[in-house]
């Protein structure tokens, strides 16, 4: 089955700590993003990647950092520098960017207390 | 900048009826994409709808049809027969033909009535 993993579903830290989120997807798809979902906010861009060893920054950015050494993974790591860190955070790939609409993961709700 | 409003933050109704979601857009672009998308209680984000500006005719799938209307930069979502499962978040979605990323509104939480 192809499609987008995230992993783990809830995930909880201690205040200071760094935390890395994991996004997988098997669609062969170029683009991959994150977004932060916060309630009454919508979806907010944090970043995103259009190919391998690429990624620009979102909206949001400040607090994380990713990486893309392969096509197939994006993790998103959460810094202690992150203000509100806790949040839901959504994992999403298309084909190209900018072309082809977005397939999102099940999402990963961090709580950091 | 492009920005995406949605004016109805929460709506409900009985099953079975009809239900229109509102959304409105700003945009200087003459090509892009709009969509809309459905967030359960799950969670899990799903693809309802796309349209590309460019095409006339308004986009349907089953139940979830869009009226499209380009001069007045609205893009409202009509559920047909609506039934329990269709009680969800809803987020109507721009992306620019020059841009790389996807701009969401707010969202509209629905609620399908018994």
Redesign the interface.
Known sequence: DGGITQSPKYLFRKEGQNVTLSCEQNLNHDAMYWYRQDPGQGLRLIYYSQIVNDFQKGDIAEGYSVSREKKESFPLTVTSAQKNPTAFYLCASSIRAGKDEQYFGPGTRLTVT | AQTVTQSQPEMSVQEAETVTLSCTYDTSENNY?L?W?KQPP??????VI?QEAYKQQNATENRFSVNFQKAAKSFSLKISDSQLGDTAMY?CAF????????I????TRLHILP
């Open positions: 994409y969509f998308y799950s969670r899990q984000m799903i693809l796309r987020f992306m620019g033909r020059r841009d790389d990323k996807i969401f509104g707010k969202g």
